[in-house]
């Protein structure tokens, strides 16, 4: 697909013009591409119209300070305004929203559509991430550009697409990052090492992960990880998430997860990857949902973990009888 969605560009230019007041939200325990669209739109908003009070809300990471802050807000002040939701469906995981009092939301997103309802939803499940759409929206609009901006498009995109290697990476992805580059002049080849640096700490929890996954007859990859490990390696929650893509060539392993313990919110912060079952159907049995082949859910106990456990190794072993009988025809 390489058409330009001009039609609901135009939508989305014209509520965020129509507003003073901004308020720029995401998912819960964001990745690259939920940080970098947020601030990547705010600080577009924010170039183009200097009279809006635009805003990007929720909790940072540490790991992902190269984007920029992350603004804290008084919900009373922001009473009115437009929300803009990036990169999430689901209205129980957007973070940083408590108490917002908000006149109509938005939403770009590339998952498929939940229960996030507005007056203007630009959902586009062809898109290989949120950021793509971010830079179509700004390369197509009146909305202004500028090197920081392109570069944290740039890395989002690059990220979400795992450096262009999913399925849903297509020639409009390239034609977006072609005239992305292309406008701002980015040297894009030095804003790898935002994506790519590790601590020795996070390389030998890599290791860890790997010595220690489990594999099941199945196909499927798991490893529950425990507060004291997180600690023990210097890491913090977001680590397993950040590394999940790193096995994505493991041959007997056709869907891997990763159920981190959250001590803090007593419960289990859970990705999962897959290259041929579907999901995220089933993550959404547990709290989660996302792509069909990239996802993450919320699990409270033992009893949870070994039913996701054998969900998901239901979704393996019917897929590989799937497979088999395909053959057969």
Excluded at 113 to 127: N, R
Aim: proline share 3%.
């Amino acid at each position: 697909m390489t058409t330009i969605n001009n039609s609901i560009i135009k939508k989305v230019y014209k509520k965020i013009k129509s507003y003073d007041k901004i308020v720029i939200a995401r998912h819960v325990g964001p990745d690259p591409d939920a940080i970098a669209s947020e601030i990547a739109l705010r600080d577009s908003i924010r170039l183009t119209f200097p009279h809006k009070s635009c805003v990007a809300v929720g909790l940072g990471v540490a790991k992902f300070k190269y984007y920029g802050i992350l603004d804290k807000i008084n919900p009373e002040e922001y009473a009115g305004a437009l929300l803009i939701v990036l990169d999430c469906p689901n209205l129980h995981r957007i973070d940083g929203i408590e108490n917002l009092q908000y006149q109509e939301i938005l939403k770009i997103d590339h998952h498929p559509a939940e229960d996030i309802k507005g007056p203007v939803d630009w959902t586009e499940e062809t898109a290989c991430s949120t950021c793509q759409m971010i830079a179509e929206l700004i390369l197509n609009s009146p909305l202004k550009l500028d090197t920081k901006i392109a570069s944290n498009l740039y890395l989002g995109i690059v990220s979400d697409s795992e450096r262009f290697l999913y399925s849903y990476t297509t020639t409009k992805t390239f034609k977006i990052v072609e005239k992305l580059i292309t406008t701002s002049k980015i040297d894009f080849t030095s804003l790898y090492i935002y994506l790519y640096d590790r601590s020795l700490d996070e390389v030998r929890f890599q290791g860890y992960l790997a010595e220690n996954m489990q594999v099941t007859e199945n196909g499927l990859g798991y490893l529950i990880i425990p507060a004291e490990i997180i600690k023990k390696y210097n890491v913090d929650l977001a680590t397993p998430s950040n590394l999940i893509n790193s096995f994505n060539y493991i041959r007997e392993a056709i869907v891997w997860t990763f159920i981190t313990e959250d001590a803090k919110n007593n419960g289990y912060k859970v990705s999962i990857r897959s290259r041929g079952p579907i999901i995220n159907t089933t993550a959404s049995k547990f709290n989660g949902g996302g792509h069909k082949y990239a996802s993450g859910a919320r699990l409270n106990n033992e009893e949870e973990i070994q039913a996701f456990i054998k969900a998901l190794d239901n979704d393996c072993e019917n897929y590989k009888r799937a497979q088999i009988s395909n053959l057969d025809k």
